[in-house]
């Protein structure tokens, strides 16, 4: 079963009064991406998180965002970055010396600096916390499964009867080739007949180049390969979640063949039959760019 990279996944997470969402939002992309949104007081969730997610999802572009209505409820505290502030002051010393002012930094101009003040949560027990916050993220990446599996098994669905158009053309193409072959050989007879009318014509020499000139009009092998990317593409749909790359690939081969095929076309009917083929192909390929 094929899983989509389009989701959505909620949890609610609740400790000691203390009420939060977790949200996490799944896009396409060609790599894992994670963007993170929550308190800054909570920034060592994303430490815990980062790594749980990599475990899980391959590709995507998620955005989890940990939501606190009532941030006040963290009771939060102002805590001193102590080395960052002695460095403001090391900066502001030589900052004096070079300009003559020894006056120096104010402690409330140092407490406005950047960073030099934190608000930390204060929670009784921040390892409980934090551990009830990932196990909201684990059930709201559930979620997010339980929808991107739903979204895969529907891309399932379309693509397989997409490839059973494939099938169709490819058959059209298989039985309307022989009999085109025929006339097309006949028709090649009789022109090179008429227009040598008075010269002798070695008949095994023209058979011999007839031969050689069906051979390379011949599709029988394109058409074997084609059927055997069909298959191949319907058992990966099967038995690999995190097919998109691979399926990816075998769309690249079955492009390739519908170019050879068209190529070798001699008939309007088999030109246009390649058409539908490469049509097909590329509604295939757009939905592929959102499997993971």
Request: overall charge negative.
């Given at each position: 079963?094929?899983?989509?990279?389009?989701?959505?996944?909620?949890?609610?997470?609740?400790?000691?009064?203390?009420?939060?969402?977790?949200?996490?939002?799944?896009?396409?992309?060609?790599?894992?991406?994670?963007?993170?949104?929550?308190?800054?007081?909570?920034?060592?969730?994303?430490?815990?998180?980062?790594?749980?997610?990599?475990?899980?999802?391959?590709?995507?572009?998620?955005?989890?965002?940990?939501?606190?209505?009532?941030?006040?409820?963290?009771?939060?505290?102002?805590?001193?970055?102590?080395?960052?502030?002695?460095?403001?002051?090391?900066?502001?010393?030589?900052?004096?010396?070079?300009?003559?002012?020894?006056?120096?930094?104010?402690?409330?101009?140092?407490?406005?600096?950047?960073?030099?003040?934190?608000?930390?949560?204060?929670?009784?027990?921040?390892?409980?916390?934090?551990?009830?916050?990932?196990?909201?993220?684990?059930?709201?990446?559930?979620?997010?499964?339980?929808?991107?599996?739903?979204?895969?098994?529907?891309?399932?669905?379309?693509?397989?009867?997409?490839?059973?158009?494939?099938?169709?053309?490819?058959?059209?193409?298989?039985?309307?080739?022989?009999?085109?072959?025929?006339?097309?050989?006949?028709?090649?007879?009789?022109?090179?007949?008429?227009?040598?009318?008075?010269?002798?014509?070695?008949?095994?020499?023209?058979?011999?180049?007839?031969?050689?000139?069906?051979?390379?009009?011949?599709?029988?092998?394109?058409?074997?390969?084609?059927?055997?990317?069909?298959h191949h593409f319907r058992?990966?749909?099967?038995?690999?979640?995190?097919?998109?790359?691979?399926?990816?690939?075998?769309?690249?081969?079955?492009?390739?063949?519908?170019?050879?095929?068209?190529?070798?076309?001699?008939?309007?009917?088999?030109?246009?039959?390649?058409?539908?083929?490469?049509?097909?192909?590329?509604?295939?390929?757009?939905?592929?760019?959102?499997?993971?």
């Amino acid at each position: 079963m094929l899983m989509s990279m389009t989701g959505f996944g909620k949890a609610e997470v609740k400790h000691a009064g203390i009420d939060l969402t977790i949200e996490v939002r799944s896009v396409n992309s060609r790599f894992l991406e994670l963007n993170f949104r929550q308190p800054r007081m909570l920034a060592e969730f994303e430490d815990l998180a980062r790594p749980i997610i990599q475990n899980r999802i391959p590709r995507g572009k998620l955005q989890i965002s940990l939501n606190l209505p009532n941030e006040g409820s963290l009771n939060a505290i102002p805590v001193l970055n102590q080395e960052l502030a002695e460095a403001y002051v090391a900066i502001g010393r030589t900052a004096g010396e070079l300009t003559g002012n020894d006056s120096g930094l104010s402690i409330a101009d140092l407490l406005q600096l950047p960073d030099v003040i934190h608000f930390e949560p204060k929670i009784p027990d921040q390892d409980a916390f934090f551990k009830d916050c990932i196990d909201g993220l684990n059930r709201a990446l559930d979620k997010l499964d339980e929808m991107r599996s739903v979204e895969g098994q529907h891309l399932e669905e379309a693509m397989s009867r997409q490839l059973d158009n494939l099938e169709q053309l490819l058959t059209k193409i298989g039985n309307g080739f022989e009999p085109r072959v025929d006339e097309a050989v006949e028709r090649l007879r009789n022109k090179i007949q008429s227009n040598l009318s008075e010269i002798d014509v070695d008949e095994r020499r023209l058979e011999q180049e007839m031969v050689i000139w069906v051979d390379k009009l011949d599709i029988s092998e394109e058409l074997v390969r084609f059927k055997t990317h069909i298959h191949h593409f319907r058992q990966i749909m099967q038995n690999d979640a995190s097919a998109g790359r691979r399926l990816n690939f075998l769309l690249q081969e079955m492009n390739r063949e519908a170019n050879t095929i068209g190529s070798k076309s001699y008939s309007s009917d088999i030109a246009h039959a390649v058409v539908e083929l490469k049509s097909e192909v590329e509604k295939i390929r757009e939905q592929i760019q959102n499997i993971q």
